[in-house]
């Protein structure tokens, strides 16, 4: 688990933040328990006290901005209460620096803690959960954590492999024991020998190899194409899934004993639209990423935060990242707006079902604006208050989606600024919530 100190000036600034690293499974500890390397958290005016591997904030309105430690200086971030959603991933992400998966889900900071206590065991590893979903991330996570941390991690995904090399290239093979076979080949278990070997989509191993595997897990050691006698070795095996496992084995695509071996510690991982924190903490991740080398940090707006965190990711943190990539590339400011993401819109409301055509019927007009029956969502009662706040509720959504979500446009259609949209939003939002 990474670790850090926070200054009592960032405590009293930004008390939020020691929250977020938490469910970042990010551990703030006491200065006195602090090492030489452990990053310290600072506000800006504390940059007397700061190193180069250190974080300096600055709460301040205005455009947020983000410069990289450099020349012996700390990292510097600045934002303002619009930007501390991202700002504040931001600093975990810089923090974690790449080491282990971005995670802000409390559920999911408290798997990773549990990946974390099985990894100091010898014990097979099963993760199982959808493509994009992290399974990757968490198995290097058990060998991080693990007494092998030193030791080779050696990743392969099954699927990608030859059937007709399987073999091969996990167990080795012998010279000239098989057409192009020009000199001797140690295999993936070998390779790893000492550390951990990584099984990605291990349900497309072709059944005949899987009881080869399940022998080389039980006896520890590989017999190589063409060798007449077997290898030791001295391999943590950590196995993935897209698919089922247990269903496989009750439709016979999968060795029931060879599951029961992989399957002593199983990790399920869900899918990203379950896990809204987490998109904030793997987009903040992914923005370092991608603009390790710019000059200028381009910012997300909070609109399109919003965006992504409403958004279903069908293709989990693989889309995600192509929408990121893509916004970078076409985006016309220096911040990722809503609108530069590709993505529909997030609405604050489900809007109230159609109902059927009436026929036409002769009526006076209504003098009185009240909107019809069921079209708002957020009426508590028949009191002219809440009357009136469903009036506005529904006028701004409407008005949003007139305009594509754009908050700026929308505001301009109101007659009112973009701050007093954002105040009326949250109000929403919170009523929402408690409905």
């Given amino acids: 688990m990474i670790e850090c100190t926070i200054s009592e000036a960032v405590r009293e600034n930004l008390p939020m933040l020691e929250s977020w690293l938490t469910s970042a499974w990010i551990k703030p500890v006491a200065a006195g328990a602090a090492t030489v390397q452990t990053a310290k958290v600072l506000m800006a005016a504390e940059i007397a006290s700061a190193s180069h591997r250190d974080i300096l904030i600055d709460l301040r309105d205005g455009a947020p901005s983000l410069v990289r430690a450099a020349n012996g ?9 619009d930007d501390m959603a991202l700002g504040l991933a931001l600093v975990a992400e810089l923090l974690r620096a790449g080491r282990g998966p971005a995670v802000g889900e409390p559920a999911m900071a408290k798997l990773m803690g549990y990946a974390a206590r099985i990894a100091r065991s010898e014990a097979a590893v099963l993760i199982q959960g959808e493509t994009g979903t992290g ?13 092998r941390a030193k030791g080779p991690f050696i990743a392969v995904n099954c699927a990608a492999l030859p059937e007709t090399m399987v073999e091969a290239i996990l167990f080795g093979h012998k010279k000239g024991a098989f ?7 140690e295999g993936l278990f070998r390779a790893a020998h000492g550390g951990t070997l990584f099984l990605d989509e291990i349900t497309e191993l072709p059944l005949a190899l899987q009881a080869k595997l399940l022998r080389a897990l039980q006896e520890g050691e590989v017999l190589p194409v063409g060798e007449t006698r077997a290898v030791k070795v001295d391999v943590r095996i950590v196995t993935a899934a897209n698919r089922d496992a247990a269903e496989l084995v009750a439709a016979g695509e999968f060795r029931e004993d060879l599951y029961w071996r992989l399957n002593v510690m199983p990790i399920a991982l869900p899918r990203l639209a379950d ?4 998109v904030r903490a793997i987009a903040a991740a992914m923005l370092l990423r991608m ?3 710019a000059g200028d940090f381009a910012w997300l707006s909070a609109e399109a935060l919003e965006t992504l965190q409403a958004h279903s990711w069908p293709g989990n943190a693989r889309e995600l990242g192509n929408v990121l990539q893509r916004a970078l590339v076409l985006r016309e400011g220096d911040v990722i707006e809503a609108e530069d993401l590709g993505l529909a819109p997030a609405r604050l409301f489900t809007p109230a079902p159609v109902q059927p055509a009436a026929a036409p019927a002769i ?5 009185d ?16 208050h809440s009357l ?4 506005e509720h529904d006028a701004i959504q409407r008005a949003l989606d007139e305009n594509g979500g754009n908050r700026r446009e929308t505001a301009k259609m109101l007659g009112i600024s973009e701050r007093t949209l954002r105040y009326r939003l949250a109000n929403m939002r919170e009523l929402a919530a408690a409905a």
Avoid: C, W, Y
């Fill in 363 to 367: 009526s006076t007009p209504r003098a």
């Fill in 291 to 293: 603009q390790n080398d």
């Fill in 369 to 384: 604006p009240v909107p019809a029956a069921g079209s708002v969502r957020l009426m508590r009662g028949s009191d002219l």
């Fill in 388 to 391: 009136s706040r469903a009036v």
């Fill in 135 to 147: 399974k990757e991330g968490m198995a290097r996570l058990v060998h991080d954590e693990s007494p």
């Fill in 73 to 81: 200086l700390p990292a510097r971030i600045a934002f303002g209460f």
């Fill in 275 to 278: 896990r809204r924190q987490d």
């Fill in 179 to 185: 057409t192009g076979a020009s000199a001797d080949g």
